[in-house]
């Protein structure tokens, strides 16, 4: 079996990691195409390298722009790849502009797609993440969901026919990876100038378009950071940065102490040692629940609600209208006492999946 796996951003890289594990342990042919969507080092090839990846067999250099560039320069630049591959599978990761471009690329090519973290749903259409995962689902042959709450949404879109349960392969590389930092017993490394790793501190992130393309909602949320009662360790996306600069807005002030976005192993090492997570990132409030961190999330709603269970995961979409008091308790809040369960899986998605590619492969794709 060959499979071409198209990636382009940080999240899919960290998902990448065990699938392509899972391929080289199956002994199938597995072609990896690097979008560059995120093309900064530290958004991309530290992973890579930090994650024991095999180089990309194919870098496409798309870049920055807007999302209709994006999205169509990857897709003009992936369709002469496939053409000229014509892989068993072409599988697509979560819910960027390079997740899109690929199904599309594939779907006019006749070839099978299958959509790891297929049936998320935010609810939220001013969101491109939603746009993405919704348009790729319905376009996709095997949609590999992560949960039961993913399934019933594809069931009740009419996908159910397409649709499998697989587990979620962050799970996979989130819980092994934190075995191993835990075993090392050694503090965080790379936190911000001003973050004690041995004192509790609060880890932060801030990247969606919602939260920084508006100067005013960015400004109060930067504000609300800086209220914060414990040092605050903020990973600043390079999103963030050039959207505070070109706003005006201060990010480093008050609680706030503004650093660079971490490896990934290095992302888990900083989350088990911090107090709690403040975050906007889909992927970050996961990590937290599998991590037994609790988690703020600074959005109205969340694609895991699972983390909400027990209180492990709140959301807070605008922190200023909860009072200084209440604000600083909530983000600063001591785990719950709550049992977290396992509703993302086993940490065996990834064999799991490669299995349902092997089970699902099909000759020839009707459209």
């Not at 342990?25 to 991309?44: C, K, M, N, W």
Request: with cysteine; hydrophobic share 45%; net charge negative.
């Amino acid at each position: 079996m060959k499979v071409v796996s198209i990636v382009g951003a940080r999240p899919q890289f960290v998902k990448l990691a065990p699938i392509a594990a899972a391929m080289r342990e199956a002994g199938h042919r597995h072609h990896i195409v690097h979008t560059g969507q995120h093309y900064d080092a530290a958004l991309s090839d530290v992973f890579f390298s930090g994650l024991s990846i095999p180089d990309p067999d194919t870098h496409l250099g798309v870049g920055s722009g807007s999302h209709g560039a994006q999205t169509g320069g990857v897709l003009a630049a992936l369709d002469p790849v496939l053409e000229r591959e014509r892989p068993d599978w072409v599988l697509v990761y979560g819910d960027t502009n390079s997740t899109l471009a690929g199904a599309l690329s594939a779907v006019k090519q006749h070839l099978p797609v299958a959509h790891l973290e297929a049936g998320l749903r935010s609810f939220n259409r001013r969101m491109p993440e939603e746009h993405n995962r919704v348009l790729t689902d319905h376009a996709a042959d095997l949609l590999l969901a992560p949960t039961a709450e993913a399934l019933r949404h594809l069931a009740h879109e009419g996908l159910e026919d397409r649709a499998v349960l697989a587990g979620d392969v962050m799970v996979d590389i989130c819980l092994s990876i934190g075995e191993r930092v835990r075993a090392e017993g050694r503090p965080p490394a790379g936190l911000p100038d001003g973050i004690d790793p041995g004192a509790p501190y609060l880890l932060a992130t801030l990247h969606r378009a919602e939260n920084t393309d508006d100067p005013a909602r960015l400004t109060a949320l930067a504000d609300a950071l800086a209220d914060l009662p414990l040092p605050v360790a903020l990973l600043a996306h390079p999103r963030l940065l050039a959207r505070a600069e070109e706003h005006g807005v201060k990010l480093a002030r008050g609680a706030v102490r503004v650093g660079e976005p971490l490896p990934y192993a290095g992302m888990v090492a900083a989350v088990l040692g911090a107090h709690g997570v403040v975050t906007d990132s889909g992927g970050l409030q996961k990590e937290a629940y599998l991590l037994g961190r609790p988690c703020t999330t600074l959005r109205p709603e969340t694609e895991w609600p699972e983390t909400l269970t027990g209180g492990w995961n709140a959301l807070v979409p605008r922190p200023w209208e909860h009072g200084a008091a209440a604000w600083a308790d909530l983000a600063a809040r001591p785990a719950p006492r709550a049992a977290r369960g396992t509703p993302y899986g086993d940490g065996q998605a990834a064999a799991r999946t490669v299995r349902l590619l092997e089970e699902h492969q099909v000759t020839e794709v009707p459209r």
